[in-house]
């Protein structure tokens, strides 16, 4: 059953990039099919060719994509994001200068925002699971896709939200040359993704971060 499932996967992407015609294609395509797909497939070349077909649709049928945009993005962060290797890393480019941008041009009409916080926190869920050499370049890759002197500051802020409420994520910590401080991964990750850009980014971005933590409660609500 895998087997005829990862090759009727790869007959589908072949014709699908190499039809000509792909207007007539539109009223029958159906992203979730392709969701469905690669969730009863264990094969990592068919979650790539998945997503390189979801990719190409993004491009002709952005409506299509559009509802199973987020399915999308977390089987990339539950499966693709963990493979180690040049190809996987490729994929994943591939898919987010395809899919991003038809993505923030159908929030434009409603909230750009709240999308790209839920697809920013994806990949930061799926940080610890990330090849810890890939890490930077996926990141890299995603906020550049975005725009970073806008969105740049979600990261750090839900990366280090996720290691305020479930403690640090990436290791347990480098000791300073003092023995004493310790730096947390987490922390350290987040300062070099900041770091990948202009210092007026970097201050834009703590200015919206310092602006969002403003509007957090003083305390912690206590539950009944």
């Keep these: 059953m895998k087997f005829t499932v990862d090759y009727l996967c790869k007959i589908i992407y072949i014709f699908f990039c190499f039809t000509v015609d792909s ?10 099919l392709i969701v469905q797909c690669v969730r009863v497939s264990n094969n990592p070349q068919t ?20 509802h199973n945009i987020m ?28 899919v ?35 890490r930077i370049p996926v990141f890299d890759k995603l906020l550049s896709t975005l725009d970073p002197e806008i969105y740049l500051w979600l990261a750090p802020t839900l990366i280090l939200s996720n290691m305020a409420t479930q403690g640090p994520r990436l ?19 987040s ?17 919206r971060m310092v602006e969002y933590l403003h509007t957090l409660p003083a305390e912690k609500t206590k539950r009944r």
């Design 171 to 189: 290791g347990r910590g480098l000791l300073k040359e003092d023995e004493k401080d310790r730096i947390v991964p987490d922390i350290e990750f």
């Design 100 to 134: 991003i941008p038809t993505l923030i041009e159908a929030s434009m009409k409603t909230a750009v925002e709240p999308v790209v916080t839920t697809v920013i926190h994806v990949f930061a869920d799926a940080l610890p699971e990330v090849p810890e050499h890939r």
């Design 191 to 207: 300062l070099h993704v900041c770091h990948l850009y202009a210092p007026r980014v970097q201050l834009n971005a703590c200015i």
């Design 47 to 66: 979650h790539h060719q998945a997503l390189l077909l979801s990719s190409l649709a993004a491009q002709l049928f952005p409506s299509h994509v559009l």
């Design 23 to 32: 207007t007539k294609l539109a009223c029958e395509f159906n992203t979730g």
């Design 71 to 98: 399915a999308i993005f977390t089987f990339m962060g539950t499966s693709v994001l963990r493979q180690d290797d040049a190809y996987s890393f490729q994929v994943i480019a591939k898919t987010l200068e395809s």
